[in-house]
């Protein structure tokens, strides 16, 4: 499976598995058509359609803001791809995440949670009912 924070640029390979972008930030060695905000201390990559946000500070996930508005997270994006072309322009690119995957993962176990909270429940009040 794809690390959900395994963004690179494929002109330079540069790979990051996190944090590398932020370090690029600070020690203002930004690539090519990046910009950091250091008073939100968000990065963000131009690109045709407006520019795109990278942050790590939120609960510690990856999330995308476009110019519209649209809030993208790493809760439904697996990896980002971003390529730095020639003339300098920047082209992100997003992979979906399965919606299945994350009904098995994170709703599931919380309905047998529910479920097995309820019948202890139930077992404790019949079992307390019965003593004389």
Do not use: H
């Amino acid at each position: 499976m794809i690390d959900k924070k395994n963004l690179k640029i494929l002109n330079n390979t540069i790979e990051n598995k996190g944090n590398l972008f932020v370090a690029f930030a600070k020690d203002k060695d930004l690539p090519e058509g990046f910009e950091y905000d250091y008073r939100r201390e968000d990065l963000y990559w131009l690109s045709d359609q407006g520019y795109i946000k990278y942050t790590n500070r939120i609960l510690g996930k990856t999330s995308f803001t476009s110019r519209t508005g649209e809030v993208l997270t790493g809760e439904d994006y697996l990896y980002a791809n971003v390529e730095a072309t020639p003339e300098g322009r920047i082209i992100a690119e997003m992979a979906k995440k399965e919606r299945s995957e994350t009904f098995f993962f994170k709703v599931l176990p919380l309905v047998v949670s529910i479920i097995a909270v309820v019948l202890s429940s139930i077992a404790l009040f019949v079992s307390c009912s019965r003593v004389p």
